[in-house]
């Protein structure tokens, strides 16, 4: 079965009772038991719900891993992945992440004693040099957000095995349409399913895939007992988003390929940081582990004036701390997603107020470059 | 602005207080007035609500129209606008629950309606009397997909002063535009494209004049056949992968006309992109598209239960527009209420089927079909 039919028929979703197309939402928080002795197979939501496994079973099914895990929101995925772990672990982040992840590894979990250290994974070579032997996972994101910095996955799931080291990817940005870095060697995939996965700006959610039964036993002990579990409505909204996930993906790459290549050639432009360009120094790598570049991109103007007046002379795209949507969303990434990072190590990634990023949504692409065009004018008209 | 980009951006904006990107769901029956003789313009949500009227605008501007209504069905609210004695000419190749509506509900409120090929322009004017008041058109036909001229109709029915409802289900604002091309009023089953995914049953009218628009809204109003603000939601959460979900699924459809047509368990296609079918020319005139449904005859009666239950991606139920692929049996399920003389003079026998083309991937429903098939 092609991975587009997948997204449509995961081979969970029609309740067999009633043959419903669409899974039922079970809006129940406890399942009767047929007596005192006898516990079914559902209990208490938060242990487990019917619509929540539908979802579960998809993510996992289409991750290419065996369990998965629905939480409340993308944080708490990751804050659940990184609780399997204990105080005086050592825990490898990847330097270009997301600032609420950055936000969560660099002042939370230090107050649970683990020992945090951030590492520019594009070159493996660096994550070699930073393994010490209490060094216990190892998480990563590529492309990075916002400067689409690619990490080898296979390569870094290697030599993690060899140090006996888990390794987290958040899948984010490219989803498993794209990307499926459980196949590549990584040990746990974690989810911002609010973005591509449900599609539509309208429910917060995150997952957790693995195809470790001794990983998804923590997972779902940590699951059950913080109880930061994603409500059964949510979970079928999801449900639902998946099922356009492919035609949604594919017309925002299409129209995130011509957009990265015509901002290219716009002169107030300084670079654009895309998979998709030919000129990007991650590209080959990025095809041989992804089947595409995504419908996320990053362009940096020329000083943070213009960056300002071209966010705010948008008509079309939302200004908002978010991304993968239908409709386009543009944000101003070192105030906005990522003002969690202190300015000097954000000015050290090159993540600075010279930089927007752009969620290409599913707009005509026409319509996007003529926005962006009336944008730039004015954005070059502040210089001046 | 491309029809694409009003798509995605349905409900964008409206709440301005706080942003929102989606639109709110008003899950109330009620409103609070200011004060003895004030309204916010909101009193009770059978009268309207913010997020059906979210949805009702939205419907309205990319139909092109100048009101949009919501309904539990469109077709029922339709039928109210008229009056006993009234005579209405209906498309022959419809809906067996339009048939049913009209045969039961209608003639019981003394309507008269007479069936009509409307690809016999002439058998139309013929049908035509003092009374008539409406031509009621689906294009294309369900679900032998004949393409039905509007252009003509439209004319023929300005001529005799009478009203022309398109059912617009098939094809949406998207690929066709009756409203621009001058019909009257424009009906949906909501359930299929606009919601797409199976999972909400609705029906929207969208009307070309302000007197319609004002008739409507009183018969919204006083029945009250009107959708829950949840399924409003979900109506406009659909409306924004519209483009994306009809682009693919009729490139889909087109791969698997081609297809079946070549098969030799197949006796004929019904599908307006392939060159010989006899509206495919009107369709690229009319359409920007050909739409993801097609029918066609198996070989024989008794390959119809066997296909039916050897097929494993496209599922046997009872509806189309949505995301997963959907197959019917005409004969037995969607038109059984036309009554069997009628199916038989318009080609619906017993060996058709009537194919919804959904999203997954064009290459798995053609190996569904093919394994469906066998041993031909």
């Known amino acids: ?384 | 602005m491309k029809l694409a980009t009003q798509l995605v951006q349905v409900g964008v904006g409206r709440d301005r207080e706080t942003g929102a990107i989606s639109m709110p769901i008003y899950q109330t029956a009620t409103f609070r007035h200011p004060g003895l003789g004030q309204s916010t313009g909101y009193d009770y949500s059978r009268s309207g609500n913010p997020t059906r009227q979210a949805l009702e605008e939205s419907m309205c501007s990319l139909e092109g129209g100048k009101r949009g209504m919501a309904f539990a069905s469109g077709m029922a609210a339709v039928m109210q606008l008229f009056r006993p004695g009234d005579h209405l000419l209906v498309c022959d190749d419809t809906y067996g629950g339009t048939y049913r509506l009209f045969a039961t509900l209608g003639a019981a409120n003394g309507l008269k309606f007479s069936l009509t090929d409307l690809t016999d322009l002439d058998a139309l004017t013929g049908n035509i009397t003092p009374t008539t008041r409406a031509i009621f058109v689906k294009t294309p036909t369900n679900p032998l997909m004949k393409i039905i001229d509007l252009e003509a109709i439209i004319g023929i029915a300005k001529r005799y002063g009478i009203l022309v409802i398109v059912d617009n289900t098939f094809f949406t604002s998207y690929l066709q535009r009756p409203l621009e091309m001058g019909a009257d009023l424009v009906v949906y089953s909501a359930t299929k494209y606009i919601g797409g995914h199976n999972d909400v049953v609705a029906g929207l009218v969208v009307c070309g004049s302000e007197e319609l628009g004002e008739k409507l809204a009183f018969i919204q109003n006083v029945a009250g056949a009107v959708p829950g603000p949840l399924d409003c939601w979900l109506l406009l959460r659909g409306l924004k992968t519209l483009a994306a979900r009809l682009e693919w699924a009729q490139a889909s459809a087109l791969h698997l006309a081609r297809f079946l047509d070549q098969h030799p368990g197949v006796k004929k296609v019904y599908f307006p992109g392939l060159p010989g079918h006899p509206g495919h020319e009107l369709c690229k005139k009319q359409a920007r598209g050909f739409g993801a449904m097609l029918s066609f005859e198996v070989k024989s009666k008794e390959m119809v239960a066997q296909v039916l239950e050897k097929l494993k991606i496209i599922s046997f139920a009872e509806s189309l527009g949505g995301v997963e692929s959907l197959i019917t049996y005409p004969e037995t399920q969607t038109h059984a209420d036309v009554p069997t003389e009628v199916r038989r003079r318009l080609g619906i026998n017993e060996c058709l089927l009537r194919l919804s083309v959904g999203l997954e991937d064009a290459c798995d429903l053609e190996a569904d079909l093919s394994q469906a098939l066998r041993p031909w």
């Open chain 1, 1 to 384: 079965m092609g991975k587009g039919t997948k997204l449509i028929h995961s081979g969970h979703e029609v309740d067999e009772a009633t043959g419903a197309v669409s899974a039922p939402i079970y809006q129940s928080v406890i399942f009767a038991q047929p007596d005192v002795d006898t516990v079914g197979k559902w209990e208490y939501t938060r242990a487990g719900n019917p619509t929540r496994a539908v979802l579960e079973e998809t993510i996992a099914e289409l991750e290419g891993g065996k369990y998965g895990f629905a939480f409340g929101s993308g944080m708490a995925a990751i804050a659940a992945a990184f609780f399997i772990f204990s105080a005086g672990d050592h825990i490898l982040v990847a330097q270009d992440i997301y600032g609420g992840t950055f936000r969560f590894v660099h002042r939370l979990l230090p107050r649970f004693g683990f020992k945090v250290e951030f590492v520019d994974t594009s070159d493996i070579n660096n994550i070699k040099n930073a393994i010490r032997p209490e060094t216990r996972a190892l998480f990563l994101e590529t492309p990075s957000n916002p400067l689409m910095k690619i990490t080898d996955l296979g390569a870094a799931a290697n030599l993690a095995r060899e140090h006996n080291i888990v390794t987290i990817a958040d899948n984010t940005l490219m989803t498993p349409y794209l990307q499926r870095p459980l196949e590549l060697g990584i040990d746990i995939v974690v989810h911002s399913a609010t973005k591509y996965l449900g599609g539509h700006s309208d429910c917060l959610a995150g997952l957790v895939v693995t195809g470790k039964e001794r990983l998804a036993k923590e997972i779902r002990f940590i699951q059950n007992s913080i109880g930061a579990v994603l409500a059964p409505h949510d979970c079928w909204l999801i449900l639902r988003g998946i099922k356009t996930l492919k035609v949604r993906m594919e017309q925002q790459q299409q129209t995130a390929v011509l957009l990265a290549e015509w901002l290219s050639s716009q002169p107030e432009v300084v670079e654009v940081f895309y998979p998709g360009l030919p000129g990007h120094p991650g590209r080959e790598l990025h095809f041989s582990q992804a089947e595409g570049a995504g419908g996320v991109l990053s362009f940096r103007l020329q000083n943070q004036e213009q960056a300002r007046r071209l966010i705010n002379s948008l008509h079309l795209p939302v200004i908002a701390s978010s991304l993968g949507a239908v409709e386009s969303i543009v944000s101003l990434p070192a105030t906005m997603s990522h003002a969690a990072i202190p300015e000097e190590t954000r000015r050290k990634l090159g993540l600075t107020r010279e930089l927007v990023r752009l969620s290409v949504g599913l707009e005509d692409f026409e319509d996007l470059q003529a926005d962006l065009t009336q944008a730039l004018e004015v954005a070059r008209l502040s210089q001046d």
